[in-house]
Every structure is written in C-alpha cells, then in structure tokens.
C-alpha cells in the first residue's frame, strides 16, 4: 500500500509540472505582454522593455518557470505585476465562490440524477426508461454558455425569481445567497446530470441481476427496500468515482458561468488575467485547481475500499498473493 500510494503521489506531481509547464507554453504565444497592459497604449518600447526588465520578462521562457516553479515549491505562487496582490491571497479570497457554485452545482447533479437512475434501472427497456434516456441526452448537449443563458432569460427575466448577475456572501444570510448561486449551480449541473444518472443506471441494472439480489427478493422483501438496502450501495461505487472526478472539473471549469453571472470566484479571477497578459496570477490560479484535482482523484482511489468490499477483498487476495510468492525459496523457483 505505501509503495501504491508513492506510485499515485509521483503520478500527481508529474500532471502538475505537466499543467503549469503547458500553462506557460501556451501562454507564451499569446500576442503582447503585461507590461504592455501596466504601461497602457501610450507607452514607449524603451520604457516596455525597461519594465519587462524588471519584472524578469526579458528572461528565456524556460528560465521565467524555473524561477517561478522555485519559489512555488517553497508556496510562494508570487505576486499579481498588475494588483500587486499575492497570488494565494486572490485564490483565498474568490475560492469559497467557486467551492459553493461546485459544490451546489454538484449536489444539484446527483440528486436528479439519482432520482432518474433509479427509476430507470427499475423499469429497464420501458417507455420510462427510454424517454429518461432521451431527457439525459437533451442534458449533455447543453453545455453551460448555452443553459445560462436560457436559465436567465426564463427565471431570471421572465419570473423575476433570481437574481441574473451579482453574488451574495454567505454572511449576508443564507436566503439571499443561494438566490444568486441557484442559477449558476444549475447551470452547470444539467452535463452532469446525464454521466450520472448513466453510470448509476448501467450499475443498477447490473448488481439487480445478481444472485443475492435475486435471494433477496425471494424472501419477500419489497422493490424499494432490495433497491436501497442491497442494490443501491455497491452500485455507487462508479458514481463516487465519476463525482470525483467532476468536482474537480467543475472546480475548474467555472470561468463561462462566473464571466456570465458576474460572479467573484477563480473562474473569473482567471479570466481577467488572461485577458492583461498576467502569466503569474494564471500559473498560480492553474496550478491550485491542478493540485485540487489530483487530490481529489487520490482521495477517490483511497475511499474506493470504504464503499465496495470487493476491492478491500481484492487487495487483501492480492497482498497475501505477494507474500506467499516472496515466500518461495530461491532454489525451487530455480528448478
């Protein structure tokens, strides 16, 4: 276990160094720079080059990572060139938007998802199964800068029942503040809403085939009880994994829904230093949700044993596998 947990753990760094190193390329091709955006149209090239100078601009775009990738090992992401702001005091300041926008958008997924999962596994191959199938698709083909807009203009516009932009904190009292996450939540629950419900659906089906299920229901006990008490359990173990992954995802993909609700979160914190050239605040803001990602991955993995006992059955086959065949003498594997 200590030698599968390094395994994952090196596996982490390497997509995070892959990230913020592709971060930079692609940044790099970008047409002008930041010292352009702080000097504003009027500047000169000698007084452009002379602020690149100072901020280490004029230095090879490998020697720029390297500097920086130094001082983020030791948790330093730096300073925005523009706000002068650290880079970790932005992220902590726009982060609860984004966990709540994610978070709620993610609990709105599952909750429809799992309604629709199940009615469907209950009644496979049925009119109901076949038209929730046809709703999910309609879902998944609705991206969020397509749903916002559409959630705007219908409970936004026409029934004055949210808040079309602005953000509300929690502390401002918990009525008005899912007012205005409501709409942005679910504008990015409606994709997730059809992986769910599908991955749930395909394992449903399957685990009520299964001969304890079939014993259960022998014994008398009612759909709705065989479901939820010895279906439904191991049939989550794919949608934990599909979760995951998500929130993490949704963790960071909100930049369309935080521009278009006007909401103060990372996505839009992102979005501004892209558009002022501000390579430092994007690699800082990048590398965070990458390292959210591969910790959310890593905690998947490791509660994959708490959910379904066959995999706590697979590893301890597996270990006991390792230990009688590093109990075989040397000769008789020889021979």
């Not at 083909?141 to 602005?166: D, E, R, Y």
């Not at 794919?238 to 979160?265: H, K, M, Y």
């Amino acid at each position: 276990m200590p030698l599968n947990i390094l395994q994952r753990v090196g596996y982490a760094l390497l997509v995070i160094v892959l990230v913020t190193v592709g971060t930079t390329l692609l940044l790099s091709f970008a047409p002008g720079s930041v010292a352009e955006v702080i000097l504003g149209e009027g500047a000169t090239p000698e007084n452009i080059a002379t602020l690149k100078a100072q901020l280490g601009l004029d230095l090879p775009m490998w020697q720029q990572y390297l500097n920086w990738l130094g001082h983020a090992l030791q948790g330093d992401l730096g300073a925005s060139p523009i706000t002068h702001v650290p880079v970790m005091t932005a992220i902590m300041q726009r982060l609860p938007v984004t966990l709540e926008i994610a978070f709620l958008g993610l609990a709105i997924a599952l909750a429809i998802a799992v309604i629709l999962g199940v009615i469907s596994a209950a009644m496979p191959g049925s009119a109901v199964d076949r038209g929730i199938n046809v709703l999910t698709s309609v879902f998944i083909s609705v991206p969020p800068f397509v749903s916002g807009p559409l959630l705007i203009f219908i409970f936004a516009v026409g029934m004055h029942a949210f808040p079309s932009v602005g953000w509300s904190p929690l502390e401002a009292g918990l009525g008005p503040n899912l007012r205005n996450a409501f709409l942005p939540a679910l504008s990015v629950a409606f994709m997730e809403i059809a992986s769910f419900q599908r991955v749930l659906r395909t394992d449903l089906v399957s685990t009520l085939r299964e001969d304890y299920v079939a014993a259960a229901r022998a014994k008398g006990m009612g759909k709705a009880y065989v479901m939820f008490r010895h279906a439904f359990r191991p049939s989550s173990f794919s949608l934990l994994t599909v979760a995951g992954i998500n929130l993490a995802r949704l963790i960071g993909g909100t930049i369309v829904v935080e521009t278009l609700f006007g909401l103060p979160g990372l996505g839009q914190l992102v979005s501004n230093a892209i558009m002022q050239r501000d390579v430092i605040t994007v690699q800082g803001v990048v590398t965070f949700i990458a390292v959210v990602f591969v910790i959310v991955n890593m905690l998947v993995d490791i509660s994959y044993g708490l959910i379904d006992p066959r995999v706590r059955k697979a590893e301890r086959a597996a270990k006991k596998k390792t230990t009688a065949a590093s109990r075989i003498p040397r000769k008789a594997v020889q021979a």
